[in-house]
């Protein structure tokens, strides 16, 4: 009974948009802190593994949520910033799962015959690094005619902090390493941090831009599946699922009505939970589909 009115309570507050503004409010009270503590750890062009990733990719997202908070929509829009977020309601129902930071040996592999059970197509954003050094992993990935393969940049900088002759290369290096990639052709950025220059660039060559509805907060969730106060509060976890990685992603989308889901490959949680997600989905009504939909491609830029 308490989850169900906690449900319907978060259902209500994203429609309304106030659950962004009190997400905002209650950041701020820890942004410094963890500002403090992420930094340490942050090497730009440098692919992080493990703990180091997760603070990275925490770190960025405070940080956007500060920029939002701090500067006027139009000075953002104006910037190019976070094209990656999506406005647009998803298509009822509909779920695209999509993973990132791979390949990864072992777990892509996993992800893979998962989805090969439950004939599930998904999408794979690539880091051009990883995928020179697993180039059969990616071929493994595109063999199945199931999926998409996108790029991720070559290392996973924060395209707002590095210059714009370095941001093409990064979209290049990957797009040299991903040649075979699928079509059509799709980049996300990483942390979903976008310029405007990139976004030119990306759109001369032929991309579309690929945001996210719904963040598993896999990162965040720790391997048996719990959040932290503070972890929670980042991620906009609800106390109910504190303790309950599953029941955050279903959650979130059930908010969403269904949407662009973003995991992550290198995640434990991703790979010992992703089972059970898909079939709670499947239960409650949910169909998988492909961001080479027409209904999602008018989600992308
Ligand atoms: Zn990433």
């Known amino acids: 009974m308490h989850l169900k009115f906690c449900f319907e309570k978060m259902k209500l507050a994203l429609k309304n948009k106030t659950f962004f503004l009190f997400s905002f409010l209650l950041l701020f009270t820890v942004t410094s802190h963890v500002h ?13 593994s493990g703990a180091e990733h997760n603070a990275a990719i925490r770190f960025h997202r405070l940080e956007r949520l500060k920029d939002r908070v701090n500067s006027e929509p139009s000075e953002l829009a104006k910037r190019c910033r976070y094209v990656s977020d999506i406005a647009a309601p998803a298509p009822l129902h509909q779920v695209v799962l999509s993973f990132d930071d791979g390949p990864e040996p072992i777990q892509t592999e996993l992800i893979l015959q998962l989805l090969e059970r439950y004939k599930i197509s998904a999408s794979f954003f690539m880091i051009g690094e990883k995928a020179k050094r697993h180039p059969n992993l990616v ?139 898909i079939k709670a989905l499947i239960d409650r009504g949910f169909a998988f589909g492909a961001l080479s939909d027409t209904a999602f491609q008018q989600l992308m830029h």
């Open 139 to 277: 071929q493994e990935v595109l063999k199945s005619g199931r999926h998409l393969v996108g790029n991720h940049s070559w290392s996973h900088p924060n395209f707002h902090t590095i210059a714009v002759q370095e941001q093409a290369h990064q979209v290049n290096a990957a797009r040299a390493v991903l040649v075979n990639a699928s079509e059509p052709k799709l980049f996300r950025y990483p942390y979903g941090n976008s310029s405007c220059e990139s976004n030119a660039l990306l759109k001369t060559e032929g991309y579309k831009i690929v945001g996210w509805h719904v963040d598993s907060c896999d990162w965040a969730f720790d391997r048996h599946g719990s959040v932290n106060d503070k972890e929670a509060l980042e991620c906009g976890v609800l106390q109910p699922f504190k303790n309950d990685y599953v029941g955050h992603v279903l959650a979130t989308i059930e908010a969403h009505r269904g949407g662009i889901v973003l995991m992550h490959e290198t995640h434990p949680n991703t790979i010992a939970q992703l089972e059970t997600i």
């Open 36 to 48: 403090a503590d992420a930094e340490t750890v942050i090497a730009p062009l440098q692919l992080h």
